[in-house]
């Protein structure tokens, strides 16, 4: 195959990939189809077939598009940020804002809650090593320049603040009820409480 077919090929698969996303992004997985994919691109359901088998095939290649995208935008901020309560800022809005604004795409999520294929997973996985790692950067930069006295295990204190944002329950929640994906009206509710643990973490550290 020649490589003008090969980009064409990648156009398509680009075109598919953003209307896809549109429709899981206003109607969710469940309420959307193959032939309305198929239809919103003019193209016909055999052919969208032939880049992606079936839809949960597709609406894992948005998702992973979505993370590449999320987790560019943590790298990129590496090193970047004017101090240590700025970078736990970053995380925390950035991971609240990329929720809020693909919520409907989610709901696949809140479909399937107990049980995610593992692809999903290691997306998760792979996002929260990120974090992990932008979070890490910016607590031993806070060292060089001796904002913070040296620490051991960097890693483990970024991974205990990253446990404790994802323990965060919203009022009324009990423990044994296990985890649920939030509804759209508790987000905010969620994203407050994250907000108090920086300052009570951020202070903690100094």
């Known amino acids: 195959m020649s490589s003008a077919a090969i980009d064409q090929q990648d156009i398509k698969r680009e075109k598919i990939l953003d209307a896809a996303h549109q429709r899981f992004l206003h109607y969710g997985y469940s309420k959307t189809t193959m032939n309305e994919i198929a239809g919103d691109l003019s193209m016909s359901k055999a052919l969208l077939y032939y880049y992606f088998p079936d839809k949960s095939e597709l609406y894992m ?23 240590l309560k700025d970078a736990f800022l970053y995380q925390v809005n950035t991971h609240h804002d990329f929720i809020v604004t693909n919520f409907n ?16 997973w290691d997306i998760i996985g ?81």
């Open 105 to 120: 795409f989610f709901d696949y999520f809140r479909v399937n809650e107990q049980n995610l294929p593992d692809s999903i």
């Open 126 to 206: 792979n996002i929260n090593n990120a974090e992990k790692r932008m979070l890490t950067a910016a607590i031993e930069t806070e060292i060089e320049k001796g904002v913070l006295q040296s620490k051991e295990n960097i890693g483990e204190i970024v991974e205990v603040f990253l446990d404790a944002l994802h323990g965060i329950k919203v009022s009324g929640s009990m423990p044994h009820k296990g985890h649920k994906f939030p509804t759209k009206e508790l987000l905010d509710e969620i994203h407050t409480k994250r907000l108090l643990l920086i300052d009570i973490f951020v202070k903690g550290l100094h």
């Open 61 to 83: 290649a948005v998702m992973r598009k979505l993370a590449a995208d999320y987790l560019k935008q943590l790298e990129d901020k590496i090193g970047h940020f004017i101090n």
